[in-house]
């Protein structure tokens, strides 16, 4: 996604909340709606509004009159006034305090208003001294879980999510490819290792020149901080509030310092153990014999100096992978085949305009197809969820004849493409969901998932979940821990005897590439692998454009030592069906 239209966005969610602050009615609907368009689109809005103008970008279909001037005054100014000046009547940090769990935009305002709390700090102190449960609508146990919440919210402070970090990194790079002299340049770090949450982002550049590489770099206009301008190092903070370091390398030494870089921590220093036991010694300048240096031009050279095989970063975190790829050198089964992106055949847990979904299914399926997938699973949320126009079994049997007549369509047209009918339903308290077995069994599958009640004792939990596995309709779990990174903790679970249980049921888990859940996270994948689990990643698609977040959950499949066999979505369609019916 262009970052122009990402920042946009941001701004119009905070405007939302702004308007929502004051009840404002329909208006913050309307800039919200805007945000998610824009976020979904391909083209730039700056280029829409250089070929068409002011009146292109009116066009685009949710953005009406008012917003387009907002956007077009943005692209000229690099400013909103209407955001500025609501900026200055509230000076809060309102994106983080409604990042707290159960804090919506009107709490924020009647927290500002009575308390004057104007960011998590402020919030804390009050919940803490007793004073938020005083307000009216709030009361003592709100406090308590606001206060929860908030050590939660407080604790991944400072960190971004990938997806937040993902796009800038992209055109950073593609920038800092562009100046002249540069040979190379590859982000390490975290980013590299794809972990769900970044603290910062590192670049390593191979270039003849490196002065002109670092006056670009600390000259962009996104800059707002140099914290340190050198030959071969620099380190800024950009706009959005995250950190970029930047390393020059010589060519002689890039793959030892890309391994460097590329860490973890935990990886490097277990990695300089095995160097030293071998009589070598291992630094980011390269592997060395006493004063001789006998490998460092690539990462693969180093490893294999050192009797290893060159383990997918991914998976460098000191939890077996140096141990297997010692093994994988000697020809042994050692480090895993990883599943790759290009496996991936089908999306089983997509939303459509049926149940307030962006997109209609037809056209979720024309996207799916654009992505070489042989299949997509429609999976509507059930009539529960009434704000999300959950569907009845009524509806499901009208969604069902529509889906039958797409179909029918791909056929006679050649197109060698399914849509499969799943739903996603909601399990109850007690463990039972919101749809009938009868029309359960009309479906080609059923995902179940919670999406209330979030705190009930592990026990009771377990059960809830365990009784939802055990309906033979049910074949997959969604979201099955429930966390949301950076704003709430999974539900307290009894994983394990989930996992038992699910390998006695044939359930089938998520891992769901919201870049919010990756739930389940990458030790629970490696756990439920060993108990012999398979798995399906899903994109959980509100509109089209999600369906290119399948790349985080084959990232984090791949952090959690993933192969293409434990996952169901990686089969053929025959094969899928056959699976979905034998278990
Ligand atoms: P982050 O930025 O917190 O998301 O995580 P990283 O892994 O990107 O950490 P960062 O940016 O501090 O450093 C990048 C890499 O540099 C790190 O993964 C490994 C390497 N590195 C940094 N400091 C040390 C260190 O003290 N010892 C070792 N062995 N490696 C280090
Ligand atoms: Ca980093
Ligand atoms: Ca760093």
Not at 88 to 115: F, H, N
Not at 177 to 194: A, F, Y
Not at 266 to 277: G, M, P, Y
Not at 567 to 573: G, Q, V
Request: positive net charge; hydrophobic residues 35%; aromatic residues 8%.
């Amino acid at each position: 996604m262009p970052v122009e239209n990402r920042e946009i966005a941001k701004i119009f969610y905070e405007i939302a909340s702004f308007l929502e602050m004051e009840d404002v009615a329909f208006k913050p609907y309307a800039y919200q709606k805007a945000g998610l368009t824009i976020e979904g689109m391909r083209d730039s809005l700056s280029d829409i509004y250089k070929k068409g103008g002011e009146q292109a970008i009116e066009k685009i279909p949710g953005i009406g009159k008012s917003i387009a001037k907002k956007i077009v005054e943005y692209l000229k100014t690099g400013k909103i006034k209407y955001y500025q000046d609501y900026k200055r009547k509230y000076p809060i940090d309102i994106q983080a305090l409604t990042s707290v769990e159960g804090v919506g935009p009107k709490m924020v305002g009647q927290l500002y208003r009575d308390l004057g709390i104007t960011n998590l700090e402020e919030l804390r102190k009050a919940a803490e001294t007793g004073k938020v449960r005083k307000l009216p609508n709030f009361g003592e146990k709100t406090e308590r879980n606001i206060l929860q919440a908030i050590k939660f919210a407080m604790r991944s402070k400072g960190r971004f999510l990938l997806s937040q970090i993902f796009p800038y990194v992209e055109s950073i790079k593609k920038e800092l490819s562009g100046i002249k002299g540069v040979k190379k340049v590859s982000v390490c770090g975290s980013v590299r290792r794809m972990e769900e949450t970044i603290g910062d982002i590192d670049f390593l550049v191979m270039t003849d020149r490196p002065k002109l590489v670092m006056d670009f770099f600390c000259s962009q206009p996104k800059v707002t901080k140099i914290w340190g301008k050198g030959p071969t190092k620099s380190s800024i903070r950009l706009k959005e509030g995250f950190d970029v370091d930047l390393r020059i390398v010589s060519e002689g030494s890039y793959g030892s310092a890309l391994q460097y870089f590329t860490g973890s921590k935990e990886h490097n220093i277990h990695l300089r153990k095995v160097a030293i036991e071998k009589g070598l010694k291992l630094n980011e300048y390269g592997l060395f014999k006493g004063k001789r240096k006998i490998a460092s031009k690539t990462e693969e050279d180093v490893y294999m100096a050192m009797g290893m095989a060159c383990p997918p970063p991914e998976i460098r975190t000191d939890r077996g992978e140096i141990e297997a790829a010692l093994k994988s050198f000697q020809g042994k089964k050692g480090l895993p085949d990883l599943i790759r992106l290009k496996d991936i055949k089908g999306d089983l847990h997509c939303h459509s305009d049926w149940d307030g979904g962006k997109d209609a299914i037809l056209e979720m399926a024309q996207s799916a197809i654009g992505r070489g997938y042989e299949y997509i699973g429609i999976s509507d949320h059930t009539k529960f969820l009434k704000i999300e126009h959950g569907l009845d079994e009524r509806k499901l049997s009208l969604e069902r004849k529509e889906i039958d007549r797409l179909n029918l369509r791909f056929k006679k047209q050649g197109i060698n493409f399914k849509i499969l009918q799943g739903a996603e339903l909601n399990i109850l308290k007690n463990g039972s969901v919101d749809i009938a077995d009868s029309a359960l069994r009309k479906l080609d599958y059923a995902i179940a998932g919670i999406h209330s009640d979030f705190k009930m004792s592990k026990e009771e939990m377990t059960e809830r979940i365990i009784k939802a596995m055990k309906n033979p309709y049910i074949k997959i779990i969604a979201h099955p821990t429930g966390r949301i990174l950076k704003k709430r903790e999974g539900y307290s679970l009894d994983i394990n005897k989930i996992f038992r249980l699910a390998k006695e049921t044939g359930t089938i888990l998520e891992i769901n590439s919201c870049p919010e859940r990756l739930d389940l996270n990458d030790l629970n994948i490696r756990k439920a692998i060993g108990f012999g689990l398979k798995l399906v990643i899903n994109t959980d698609a509100h509109q089209k454009e999600h369906l290119c977040n399948m790349v985080y959950g084959v990232s984090q499949a791949r952090r959690g030592w993933a192969e293409k066999k434990d996952i169901i979505n990686t089969y053929s369609l025959k094969k899928l069906l056959g699976f979905l019916k034998k278990n």
